[in-house]
């Protein structure tokens, strides 16, 4: 039983299985943790060898520093299409915005970013949580 996530910290919900996608290294507390392969490449590497092992991911979550927002659900979508993304898999996305310096801005940015997943995604909440910085906003569903 458990779930197979795609992020380092699912080991605590119950994943038997973590697949830590990360080209830098992993903190020495996560590396050693149970269950946890360390996939040291880049996002655009791992998804093909991810769907060619067979591997379905229960629970997506993405904090990558990417130069544009949208590319991060954009990642959501191809690991979606190349199978490797369980039915109703969960996802937690933090979406990082560097255009603008308002609350306004980076909330209706988001926003534009959040309407991407009307009719494939089920449950969407937007946070803002205190771990987030001023422009970083939590993104929390399910694929349908």
């Given amino acids: 039983a458990g779930c197979v996530a795609s992020d380092a910290g699912a080991e605590e919900i119950g994943c038997r299985t973590v697949h830590s996608i990360d080209p830098g290294e992993l903190c020495p507390t996560v590396k050693d943790m149970s269950g946890v392969h360390h996939m ?3 996002v655009e590497d791992a998804i093909p060898r991810l769907a060619e092992g067979g591997v379905r991911i229960d629970l997506w979550t993405s904090d990558m520093c990417l130069h544009n927002m949208h590319e991060q659900l954009d990642w959501l979508l191809r690991a979606k299409e ?11 996305l933090t979406l990082k915005c560097n255009i603008g310096h308002s609350k306004g801005s980076y909330d209706n940015q988001v926003e534009r970013e959040v309407t991407r997943l009307q009719g494939i995604a089920t449950g969407i909440e937007t946070m803002h949580l205190f771990s987030n910085r001023s422009g970083e906003r939590t993104v929390v569903g399910f694929l349908l």
């Fill in 40 to 42: 040291k490449m880049r």
């Fill in 82 to 92: 190349a199978g490797i993304l369980s039915p109703k898999a969960m996802f937690v």
